[in-house]
């Protein structure tokens, strides 16, 4: 067999047809799906990109390997931590990755025979970039036992997809850069904007309407669904596609605007820790399946070592998600655990049915200490029932706080240590400002895109 492992970074479950979007963005991804399992209530257990590949190749959460935070300096992952490509090469894998997350932390290259840096003299990966380099190794290595992990990075900030992408998605005649529009006034006035301005919104001029920066998101999302495509007809040509199991995950979604996060991917709500997981082995899985129930990341690694035949170590916090594909559970867990620890630091419990959002620090951002969701009557989380009933809180964070202390077993919470060092992402607003003579607490205090443009200017040169 093979293994064709897909991480579609920055991609949101509820932007793909297959998951209810009306808008065109997934043609190919929707058939794949149709093809095998689709699982309707995947998580990232843990976010942003760092510590969620992290859980996901280990097959632990982020509490139980340490990896917590992404960006951090205090971060580690020993080598006596298993790590799914060299248990798949030691028996007997070719294993290769497409991948720049070596950029980030060394552990990432682990396990490889041939890891393909992906790197270039941009910040952004072009998935081009990705394909052409994934269809040279297939064309020179696919003809034995192969594991092949591709990260695409197109839906990501900045979001810059080819020009004829964009008319799909934002309507014809309409002006992004009106005057008289002020729907993005909330993202240049946010407490983040010194940040996005440098990695986002100068590469795409004075835009004034949120819903074109919202259609270029999309754009984004259809140019990787033709990029599939066409790796996966390359597939097809090289006689692979019918013994290549195709697992297609997203590592976190996007908040498109909602709760004041301005396209980007922190906060435990649903735009960003609900993500897509689709799974595709002919007559291996059964077409047309879909998982309601509850799955996360971490159980992709059990998953994968039992279709290989690989012996699951015992000490896993993920669970293999064959039950469940074979129709014979929901799902994996009755209620998730979430974490985040770089723009903002928090926790977060789920059952399904209700969310609890504990907030240790909130960044950039202002948010209560506890935020209690009904999934069911209020999906979009607008309407935060803490104070209403406080029992049901109490009772998820007696739950949630329960689940911390088995998790750390004594040790020390790598979330605290963090803390105390100061989030990553804060620091990087920080070291901005800084270069410019603000301190962090005046503009948080009064975050005008006016006062910091004022500064830069000041400044007499461009963001460095």
Known sequence: MNIIFISLDTMRADRLGAYGYTKPTSPYMDRI???????????????????????????????TTGVVSHGSDLTRLPKSVRWLPTMLRDAGFRTAAVDNLYQLKEWFARGYNHYINSVGRKRWIDGRTVNDLA??????????????????????????????????FYEQGRNPFDPANRSMEGAYNSAAYPFFKYHHYDLLGDVTDAAYINALYDAEVRYLDDLLQELDEHLAQLGLADDTMMVLFGDHGESLTEHDIYWDHCGLYETTVRVPLI??????????????????????????????????????????LWPAINGQANGTHERLFLSECA???????????????????????????????DL???????????????????????????????????????MRQQLAAGLPFRKRIEAILGQYGLTWEEWWNDPVQSKFDAAVGRAGHQMR
């Open 343 to 373: 723009w903002q630091a928090a926790r977060a419990v789920t059952d399904g049915r209700h969310k609890l959002i504990v907030t240790y620090d909130s960044g950039p951002f202002k948010r209560p200490a506890r935020e209690l969701y």
């Open 33 to 63: 799906a149709s093809q095998g399992v689709l699982f309707e209530r995947a998580y990232a257990a843990d976010i942003p990109t760092e510590v969620a590949h992290s859980g996901i190749f280990t097959g632990k959460v982020g509490l």
């Open 135 to 168: 269809k040279e190794w297939l064309d020179n290595y696919g003809q034995e036992p192969f594991f092949l992990f591709l990260h695409y990075w197109d839906p990501h900030t900045p979001y810059l997809p080819p020009e004829k992408y964009k008319s799909l």
């Open 376 to 414: 069911e009557a209020d999906p979009d989380e607008t309407d935060n029932l803490a104070f209403f009933e406080p029992e049901r809180a109490d009772l998820l964070q007696q739950q949630l706080e329960q689940w911390v202390q088995e998790k750390l077993a004594g040790r020390l919470d790598p």
């Open 279 to 320: 799974m595709r082995w002919p007559g291996k899985i059964a077409a047309g399946r879909r998982v309601p129930g509850l799955v996360q990341q971490v159980d992709l690694m059990p998953t994968l070592l039992a279709a290989a035949g690989i012996e699951v170590p015992d000490d896993l916090d993920g669970r293999s």
